[in-house]
Nanobody, 117 residues
Framework: QVQLVESGGGSVQPGGSLTLSCAASGFTFSSYAMSWVRQGPGKGLEWVSIIKSNGASTMHRDSVKGRFTISRDNAKNILYLQMNGLEPKDTGVYYC??????????WGQGTQVTVSS
């Protein structure tokens, strides 16, 4: 079965950095676009970044452009999100998702990111 397992979350001060990882299994990872979605405290789900199946193209929401970088290692079946210049508004649970047929069809359990002084 499809499994997505995130790791790498934690607590950092504003301006700090974190790298999230997502280990994928149960499907052909290299055949799917992958995405990160987050949910801030008391807020709805918010798309963050997406990467094509071969890693050739990426997109990020405007508020994280220049600070976050999505990448993937198709040989290891791992998705990454490098986050620099973290701000309190980046606080939330970050989910790794598979993107297929126009939807986020599988989700990981999420990893908490807290940015606070």
């Amino acid at each position: 079965q499809v499994q997505l397992v995130e790791s790498g979350g934690g607590s950092v001060q504003p301006g700090g950095s974190l790298t999230l990882s997502c280990a994928a299994s149960g499907f052909t990872f290299s055949s799917y676009a992958m995405s990160w979605v987050r949910q801030g405290p008391g807020k709805g789900l918010e798309w963050v970044s997406i990467i094509k199946s071969n890693g050739a193209s990426t997109m990020h929401r405007d508020s994280v452009k220049g600070r976050f970088t999505i990448s993937r290692d198709n040989a290891k079946n791992i998705l990454y999100l490098q986050m620099n210049g973290l701000e309190p508004k980046d606080t939330g649970v970050y989910y790794c998702t598979r993107f297929a047929n126009g939807t986020f069809d599988y989700w990981g359990q999420g990893t908490q990111v807290t940015v606070s002084s």
